[in-house]
């Protein structure tokens, strides 16, 4: 389906955010944090906030989410401040975005509205792309009743950079039907994807996935192992589509490194579903790298975030590095050590100023010295086959030639061990 196409010179979006803070929703982040992380979201949708306000709730209506006399506020303040949109920090029904942009006669979106205008700005692949339509569809489909302003206009803007033609004049049987077709295509990915990974295990090459809160830093890192000239910049969901690169170990040892999709804390539920097919690298891992930026002063909460999206990928038992990401930006007197004591098997690093990488390499080569064994074999002298082989798959480190034998000492893939015996 065509996309609408994003207008780089178009005027800032001017946005009123309204932070939510439910009491009866239970509080794993603080509002201050909330805020910090939604006023991201939005530079990184190119809107400029011209106010914000935290509402607290008790418990939230049916008709506004927010109590009526807060929407009269809001109201007051539209008619002082000059805003394009109002964005709210939690999710929305439909009938309560309804009810909302009828009372405020602007645009009304939610965090996930936003996060996925971010997908759509950052898609880049016919995957990434197919993986950012089914997120927005899946999201459509139980608000199309009565939608309102966002789907109305034409100029579109933040939260209006829906999947081309699914606009007013779609259907739910449209839209069905497009669902069905977008996950079967990404099933024929995820086949694709179980098929090489088969084969890279067949070979005996470990897989290393880079896992972290989007913006701490994995494609930097990506790059600086791998020369893979992975698109970097500071920011949220910067990278969407997963990108895989060989890299060889100081020992020798050829691993797969693969970039993922950034994680968020609260991160909805359809939007890990819908990019499941990316997510399938991080399930089948050898070895996970936790890339976490700990120059954030709430770095704590978010190495939580990210190991609650790995429990709902099941995925907590693979065998971690956490990789203690931006040392560039701390104190000068910080002691490494002190990051480094409070994670299991985790290393400080700059991946921007390229420092401590080899301290990172050593410690993936012992991670996955596991999958190789060593060998002190004799094999016939017409063997060099062998010899051949344990240069391309391992690391050898000595080979000695007699009148009818070869003496080979080498570090090779467990599953060819058995060759030289």
């Not at 979201?41 to 400029?48: D, E, F, N, R, T």
């Not at 401040?81 to 939690?90: A, E, G, L, P, R």
């Not at 070869?406 to 058995?418: D, F, Q, T």
């Amino acid at each position: 389906m065509p996309k609408e196409s994003i207008d780089l010179k178009a005027p800032l979006e001017k946005v009123l955010l309204v932070i939510l803070d439910i009491r009866e929703k239970q509080k794993q982040w603080d509002i201050k944090n909330v805020q910090k992380e939604m006023e991201e979201l939005v530079i990184a949708c190119a809107g400029v906030i011209v106010d914000s306000m935290v509402v607290k709730v008790s418990k939230p209506t049916a008709s506004y989410l927010i109590t009526e006399s807060k929407v009269n506020e809001i109201v007051n303040l539209l008619t002082i401040k000059n805003v394009d949109t109002v964005i709210f920090s939690h999710d929305l029904k439909g009938s309560q975005q309804r009810n909302l942009e009828e009372k405020l006669h602007v645009k009304t979106i939610d965090r996930t509205q936003l996060i996925l205008d971010i997908f759509v700005r950052h898609a880049t692949t016919q995957e990434g792309k197919m993986q950012v339509e089914l997120a927005q569809l899946q999201y459509l489909l139980p608000r199309l009743v009565g939608k309102g302003i966002e789907l109305s206009q034409l100029g579109g803007g933040i939260g209006t950079l829906g999947p081309g033609e699914t606009k007013l004049e779609v259907d739910r049987r449209r839209i069905d039907q497009r669902i069905t077709r977008l996950t079967r295509n990404l099933d024929e990915v995820v086949s694709h994807r179980a098929l090489t990974r088969k084969k890279r295990k067949e070979k005996g090459v470990p897989t290393v996935s880079l896992v972290g809160y989007t913006n701490a830093g994995k494609s930097t890192l990506l790059n600086i192992l791998t020369d893979a000239g992975q698109k970097t910049k500071d920011g949220l969901f910067t990278t969407l589509d997963s990108l895989s690169r060989q890299m060889l170990l100081p020992n020798h040892q050829k691993v797969i490194i693969s970039d993922t999709v950034g994680f968020m804390h609260d991160l909805p539920h359809h939007l890990i579903e819908a990019f499941r097919a990316t997510l399938e690298e991080v399930k089948e891992a050898d070895l996970l790298l936790h890339v976490l930026d700990v120059s954030d002063p709430n770095f704590r909460d978010l190495h939580e975030a990210v190991q609650t999206v790995l429990k709902e990928l099941d995925s907590l038992d693979r065998p971690t590095i956490t990789v203690l990401n931006k040392l560039d930006k701390l104190d000068k007197n910080t002691k490494w050590a002190e990051f480094e004591n409070l994670f299991e098997n985790s290393v400080c690093i700059s991946a921007m100023n390229k420092v401590n990488i080899d301290k990172l390499l050593a410690k993936i080569s012992e991670m996955v010295g596991g999958f190789f064994v060593e060998i002190n074999a004799d094999i016939p002298i017409n063997r060099m086959d062998l010899v051949n082989l344990a240069h391309d798959e391992g690391q050898v480190y000595s080979v000695k030639y007699y009148n009818e034998k070869i003496n080979i000492r080498a570090s090779v893939p467990s599953h060819i061990a058995g060759k030289f015996q």
